[in-house]
């Protein structure tokens, strides 16, 4: 009886809904006020012209880009955070880390429009000190910047999480045994903290490939996404809801693949040796 509650609120706001996309994604061209045709497979054939597996590519990469970005920066600051910082100002570290969190994405990709149009604080800065100007708004650039910036305190999260709990005994066993410090990060601390960067990792991927905010705010007409694109289809100019019924359930297929590989390999106990 206790999860009556919570079982009726998935059924009516995730699998409901859910099954009403697949239902409009199964009827070809279907548009607003317009009857279900016969059933067929039309919608996701056109997933496969060119021009929208362009989109789905780009969806791609950038959120491997962003994925990969937000572990090459967030690695260094999480084991600094955890491992060289001192006790009492791990937990203000963190908190002053993770302050950009408390603003909506939204105000916050506003003010990187602010740093990087081209009367921005950026390059206002580069002219001041003599450097050429950069032309970064309304291009792919500025998209992985924000992407990159909104989702490393994630990152940084995780990965301080795993970090936490990293064994320093084999750190200094490593040491004493003749390791330099790349074979101690390579075969000590990375093996340990695995499943905290795959856990990262793949959150971080899966928001970053749903999200609508930057592309469109910091992207321009050059960096259609997959959000973008079912976002024309349901409430701009294009209005096929068939359509966007059916790259909404490729969509929602590759981020339960993500968090079906979350789950089974990002709460993992780290491997001891």
Not at 13 to 25: G, K, N, R, Y
Not at 56 to 71: D, E, P, Q, V
């Amino acid at each position: 009886m206790l999860l009556v509650p919570a079982g009726a609120w998935l059924l009516l706001l995730l699998v409901a809904p859910s099954l009403m996309i697949l239902e409009f994604s199964l009827h070809p061209g279907l548009r607003p006020g317009q009857a279900f045709g016969a059933y067929g497979l039309g919608n996701y054939l056109q997933i496969f012209q060119p021009i929208y597996l362009q989109v789905i590519g780009r969806s791609l990469y950038f959120a491997i880009s962003s994925t990969l970005t937000c572990l090459l920066l967030g690695f260094p600051v999480a084991y600094w955070i955890a491992v060289m910082a001192p006790k009492r100002w791990q937990n203000l570290l963190l908190v002053g880390f993770v302050l950009p969190l408390w603003t909506s994405s939204l105000l916050r990709s506003y003010a990187w429009i602010t740093i990087l149009r081209p009367t921005g604080v950026l390059n206002t800065l580069l002219s001041t000190i003599g450097l050429p100007t950069l032309d970064l708004l309304n291009q792919q650039s500025a998209v992985l910047i924000g992407l990159s910036y909104n989702f490393l305190p994630y990152m940084v999260l995780i990965l301080y999480a795993s970090l936490e709990k990293l064994d320093k005994r084999l750190l200094e066993a490593a040491a004493d045994l003749g390791a330099n410090p790349q074979q101690v990060f390579w075969k000590v601390t990375v093996p340990q903290t695995l499943p905290g960067i795959a856990a990262g990792c793949l959150l971080v991927f899966i928001t970053s490939l749903g999200d609508f905010v930057v592309p469109e705010l910091l992207g321009g007409a050059s960096s259609m996404t997959a959000a973008r694109l079912i976002y024309n289809q349901f409430l701009g100019a294009t209005r096929n809801w068939g359509f966007g019924s059916s790259l909404s359930m490729l969509l929602i297929l590759a981020v339960s693949v993500s968090i079906a590989l979350l789950i089974k390999y990002g709460d993992q106990e780290p491997e001891r040796y």
